[in-house]
């Protein structure tokens, strides 16, 4: 697969850093992406990618969304970085330029894999978990937090035969973090979404980057108990508690500390002083974010189940009314975050 032709279907700061790694790494990655600017920065410049400790900046071929179908070559695998909302119809614009023995793969926040696979089938989707700490405010520049050393991904298919290509597109995704192959994707993808469910949405609701805001009283105590009932879900849902991160040695039978643990893991190893959520990265963009993707599954799987789920109900509601326009975010969010759970 080395030798094979690369998309990278959005090229945000996640899809552009790691598609950098594999346009250094010698592979032939295309980009595609759909924010003119980004385009034609890219072209003019190469994409620049600013870590704690090194610069780099990398020529790349990139089209945008509306030259797509010019393309007369067919791609044998697709990365998909798109936020998961767009999910379906990006893979179907995809879909034709994916080789017959190709594969599509969802390195995305949220449950994508199913949606991926429902356009080019089964056998020809891998899901993956991605933990890359990276932020985009200036077209052709990706603020990457965490270098390529420190992040990590898991790839897994939705059966076996799709599992046994998982490990060439690992050694690919080697070049950008370190890789996983995991034979139960959906539930590893759940375990991040369960980490999503506690950080991302609530840290953007009060305004602050993540290390602040876990620091905020009851702020912590929010995150977990957000968490747990996402765990709860899932396992509900019959899917399993799985380490993820690499973590060794978690005690799945106990929800709050298996929470804790990954939670710990997030702030420990993938956040710096500056680092913001996706959520609080979009809304400072003013864009639409993935509260209906990450929280809002949650609540709606909870009540398909009769449980009750107050603190990412609570959470949802906070993030659907700042993204309709009626809040906003700010501290003064904190004591209604704080009360609606007790």
Request: aromatic share 4%; net charge negative; with cysteine.
């Amino acid at each position: 697969m080395r030798d094979g032709r690369i998309a990278v279907l959005g090229t945000g700061a996640n899809g552009a850093g790691i598609g950098a790694d594999l346009v250094r790494a010698g592979l032939d990655v295309t980009f595609i992406e759909q924010w003119p600017a980004h385009v034609e920065a890219m072209r003019a410049h190469g994409i620049r990618v600013v870590m704690p400790n090194e610069t780099t900046t990398t020529p790349v071929d990139v089209l945008h969304l509306c030259e797509v179908a010019t393309l007369r070559r067919r791609f044998d695998l697709v990365f998909i970085l798109v936020k998961a909302y767009d999910t379906r119809w990006a893979t179907e614009l995809i879909k034709p330029y994916l080789a017959d023995d190709g594969f599509a793969v969802g390195l995305q926040n949220g449950m994508t894999v199913d949606d991926i696979a429902d356009v080019v089938g089964v056998p020809r989707t891998l899901g993956a978990v991605i933990e890359v700490s990276s932020a985009m405010f200036e077209p052709g520049v990706v603020e990457r937090h965490v270098p390529p050393h420190d992040s990590w991904f898991a790839v897994g298919g939705l059966e076996p035969e799709a599992t046994l290509r998982a490990p060439d597109v690992a050694k690919l995704l080697g070049e950008s973090g370190a890789v996983e192959v995991v034979e139960d994707i959906r539930s590893a993808k759940w375990m991040k979404l369960v980490v999503n469910a506690a950080e991302l949405v609530t840290a953007a609701i009060v305004d602050r980057p993540m290390l602040d805001a876990v620091r905020l009283p009851g702020m912590r105590e929010l995150m977990t108990r957000a968490g747990v009932e996402a765990l709860e879900t899932a396992l509900a849902l019959g899917h399993r508690a799985v380490p993820i991160f690499g973590l060794q040695g978690l005690d799945t039978e106990q929800p709050t500390a298996f929470v804790d643990a990954i939670i710990d893991k997030v702030y420990s190893s993938y956040a710096i002083p500056a680092t913001m959520t996706t959520v609080h990265q979009d809304w400072l963009k003013g864009r639409h974010s993935e509260v209906n993707e990450i929280n809002g599954l949650v609540v709606r799987h909870s009540a398909e189940l009769g449980r009750p789920c107050p603190a990412n109900a609570v959470i949802a509601e906070i993030g659907t009314e700042i993204e309709a326009g009626i809040a906003t975010p700010g501290l003064h969010n904190l004591a209604r975050l704080l009360d609606a759970t007790g």
